[in-house]
Every structure is written in structure tokens, then in C-alpha cells.
């Protein structure tokens, strides 16, 4: 049965014979020459994925005799590439590729060319999509390389297998009988992410253990980097502050210490020794109980470069994480990382990194963007999305999270006037920066399926897409996803897809709509919670419901967090006439009789809001009912009840705020709602 464990590289029979007919005339057989691990996956994967698609055993060939030869190569390793002068590879870098359709020897070929062989890799993931999407493959000229350097996962995956905020199951990585045993899976796990261009993954929890970093899990890290690297990947450890102390036998983790640089600097040399192309460490410093710097009287610049020195001889990076909140006693929540890091900017060594995540509070919903974003143009920032939904429903509710990705990385900060788009920022095109990168915390498992909902895999596919191209389209990503993943017939396309574009929006209407934020289950960060309170706590604090209104003023007349924004933006945000319905309670403490564009108080237009993202979810039930001669019995029916036990958490969501939010409102439900007894 179908369950999911191929993901988008199912290769299912193109069943429109003339479809077929014509890919068929088109890749007969493959040429190329050398044998980098790398090639041989590309041969691979192109073997089994025209054996799959079209039926046929593509022969491996030396020279291009026949029409219908795919030729695959590099300049350096195929004389017959290098014979082609292929303009387009100048600009392509280490990574680009392009497929081109072509005579050579008065046969027509289909030439997948680049500089180096991951290149090569990825071209024929790209060609392969092609045909699982059913474009046509013929008088190709894709020229493709990515906006983005480092693109990376981050698993939150601790060393007794649990994974933090983890819903597919437990950790992927089998610490127990690594580095013997290697899981046939993590050649999988490298194949899915190749096929959409994750060049890196940071294999353990930002809570770090600093027993990762020691000589038995090296070892084991250094195996699993031996099955990733065919496939362009990068493993990165997260390092613990306080590792020099826990591991290293020494009294402090001062980062000044020469005994403490010198500890860091041979542990890196060690991990050198075991990975010679480890990518760098993740730190989490100071943020949320985890050590830092800050505990010696030192700054975030100063942990970080001192770790950054260690690397620099290797080329490794550090990605230094900006969330941190609970430093500065009494202010705003939202205005601490930029308070914090704003003032560092221009003084990160080269080969450093500033990961801050999408949002100023922690991957709500929906929140404004970073302020971080735009303001320090000294530095290079690098972008975190959450991929597994802490707060959108784990891996029950189906939400596409492209759009998500897309708002963020479409919104101008204006740090360099208009069109200064967060995207640029990451790209590291707005200052030229030297390096690049963006990750996403993965939602990657053990489930058979890998990610526990079935469509919880287009959000690793998106994010993926999206980071390779940060312009990329949310809806072409799900269109591909779907074809590939699904079906490509149009009748369960078509609606499917235009509820996965709805579906963030819809969860947050009946989680947190308006520019509502972090009222969830305090505990669990599951279901509603306004009125949660656990020990340092309060959910209260970030609504601040009151008899008069509802939402957190961060006006010039409240908190202020909108002075970090550059003027366009602040100035949008701080007029209640101007701020986004969308942003409203995020940024002003809102009366309930307010009138809001629609015409509706703000207490009806909320009641409206939740009740509008259950029915959604009702539709969407109804138009996967009648999906289901179009998918497979197993998938069918997981999404079926998943889809139920997400319209009755919706609703649970919906009566429970909506109910509480009454008690300060004192305002009756508008005409024509009710909630269930
Ligand atoms: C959230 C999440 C934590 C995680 C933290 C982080 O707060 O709930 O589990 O450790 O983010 O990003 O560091």
C-alpha cells in the first residue's frame, strides 16, 4: 500500500500514452563519464526514477550514437560537455546547473550540464520533475542555480531519540548502532533533500548536549556526513557554550580564556580530522536557561567569534541564534533580540552568521516580521523558519506553510527605501554579503510517512523549493508537490491545492487571528489557552483582554516596538487606520466596539474571524470526501480523520476563545452564530 515513505520521488507510470510515447523518444539512454559518488546518484536516481515513470532501462553509454541520449557531465570529467562551450556555466557557480536540449554528433540530446557533480545531481532531480509534472522535455533551456548558500535543516533531535517539538515520531538518527549501522533511510532522507536543494542539516537539538561533541558521537556524526556527502549535504553540530566545562575538564567556558579558545579551537580540529567538510556549529547562548557568553560578563560578539576563529581555518561557519527574550527585566518580549544584537552590528567575524526566526515572539501563526530583518546591514542574517508546527497544529491539522514563508520573504523592510524585501536581506544581495543561508527547523521523524501528516511532507518540499529560491511561488511549489506526490489528474489538483494555499490562513482565523499571539495551551503549545498561566507565564500578558478592548499596544504610546522598524513600516504599524487587519492586535490594544474596515465592530469581526476558519476546514472535508476514487485507500483515509480531528480542534480553539474573550467583551455572539453546547 501507498504510505507515504517515498515522498515526491514516487516515479508512478506516466499512463497518457502519448505523454509517454514522447518522453520515451526523448531519454533512450545516458551518457556520462567518471564515477564521483555523486554521479553515480545521479545515474541512479535517473535509472530508477525512467524505470518508474516511462518503463524503460536506460542503458549507460560512452558515446552519444543515437537520438534520445541524455548526456550528463561537467567540463572538467566530459570531454564531450567540454566540447559544447557552454556559455551559461560561467555564471552557474559550484551549484547551478542547466538542461538543454541540443544536437551533438546530429543526434538529439538533452544535456544536463554544470560545474561540479552535486550540480549535475540536481539538474536531474530537476529534469526527473519535469516529467513526474508532466511538462514537456523538449527544447529545454533551464538555467538554475540558488539565491541562497547554506540552506539548511535544523532538527531539534536530542541523543536519547526524542525530538523537541517533534509530532512524526522519534529521532532518524539510530545513535545506538551508529557509526556500524547505517540505515538504508539516511540515503533516503539524502535523496529527498537533494531533490530540492537542502545543502546542509544540523543533525541535533539547539538544547544542546554537549556529549555530541565528543569523540564517540563524532564518529557517529562523521558516518552519517559519509552517506549525506554524495548528495551535497553538510553536517553541522550545535555546539553547547558550556561544553569546555562539561566535556573538556576546564573550571570556565569564558570565551576570553586562552584555555577555553584553545579547547575549542583542538575540539574543532578534531571534528576536521573526523568531517573534513563539516559545515560549522548552531548556538543557542543565552537563551532560554542554555549558557552563553553573558554568564562570564561577555557579549553574543564575543561567543561568537571566539567560536568563529576556531572554524575560519576550516571554512566553517557559526550560525548564531537571535532568540532570546527573558534578559531584560520588564520590557516587551518582542523588542529583546533587536535590543540585544542591534548594537554588535559590524563586529561578527566573517565566516559568522545571525540566525534570527521569521517573528520577534516565537513562530506564532502570524507575526510581523523580525526587526532584526533590515537593521543590521554590518551582518549576515540568516533566516529560521519552523517547518514543524509547534503552533499550527503538529502534524494533525493540514497547513501549508508556504504562503507563511512567501509573507515573510516578500515583506519589504524598507532598510534601503523601497523594495529592501527580506529576501534580498537573506539572499545577502541588499549589502553584498559573502554568505548566504536560511533554515527550517525540520518536522522529520520516524513515521513510515516521515513527517506524520501526509501533506506535513510538502512543507520540507517547500521549504526546500523556497530556499533555493526565495521568490519561488507557494502555488507552483504545491503544484508540483501534488503532481508528484499525489496525483496529477486535475480534478484532485485543482481544489486540493487551492485549499493547501487557504490553509494558513484558515488556521489562523480559528487559532489566532487579528494579530492575536501566543494565547495557546502554556504547557503543551497545544489548543486554546487565553487564559493559561504556568510559573513565569502568562498568556494574559500577550492578549491583555480588558472590559474596554483586546491587544498588546506597541505604539509609540504603548511598548514602542514599533520604533524598530524603519519609518515606512513603523508608520503603518503605529496608525490603527493603517496597520493590516491582519497585524491589528499585535500592535494595538483594540476597543471592542471599534469599527473595522469591514464594517463590523471588532468583537463581531472576531467572532466572525473564528468562525470562518472552522467552516474552511468543514469544506475542505467535504471536497476530500468526494477525492476519493482519486487517491490511494491508505492516504484516503489518514487525511480523512486527520481532517476531522482538525475540525474538532478548530472548534475547540474557536469556543474556547471566542467564550473566554466573551467574558471581558460582555458583547452577545453576533446574529447567526452560536456556539455548540
Ligand atoms: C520554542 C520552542 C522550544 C525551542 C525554542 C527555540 O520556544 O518551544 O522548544 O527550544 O523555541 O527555538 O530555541
Redesign the pocket.
Known sequence: AENGYDLWLRYKPVHETSLKNNYQSVIKQISASGNSASLIAAITELQIGMKGLLNVSLPHVKTVNVNGTLLLGTPSTNAAIARLNLAELKDLGKEGYLIKSLQINRRSCTVIASNTDIGLLYGSYHLLRLIQTRHSIQKLLIVEKPKIQLRVLNH?DNLNGTV??GYAGSSLWDWQRLPGYLDPRYTDYARANASIGINGTVIN???ASAKSLTKTYLLKAAALADVFRPYGIKVYLTARFSAPIEIGGLKTADPLDPEVIKWWKLKVDEIYRYIPDFGGFLV?AN??GQPGPQDYKRSHAEGANMMADALAPHNGVVMW?A?VYENIKGEDRAKQAYQEFKKFDGDFKSNVLLQP?NGPI??QPREPFHPLFGAMSKTQLMLEFQITQ?YLGFATHLVYLAPMFKETLSTDTYAKGKGSTIAKIVEGKLESHQISGIAG?ANIGSDINWTGHPFAQSNWYAFGRMAWNPEASPETIADDWLKMTFSTDPSFVVPVKEYMLASREHAVHYMMPLGLNHIMNLGT?YGPGPWDKIPGWNAHDYHLADAEGLGVDRTDKGSNAVEQYFPEVRQKYNDIKSIPPELLLWFHHVPWKYRMPTGKSLWEELVYTYYSGVSAVEKMQNTWDGLKDKVDPLRFVQVKQLLAEQQREAAWWRDGSVLYFQTYSKMPLPQGFKVPA
Request: hydrophobic share 30%; proline share 0%.
Open positions: 531539534w523537541e517539538r537539538n539547539v538544547n543557542k537563551s532560554e541564534r532568540f526566526k516565537d513562530f509547534e527547523v503549545h
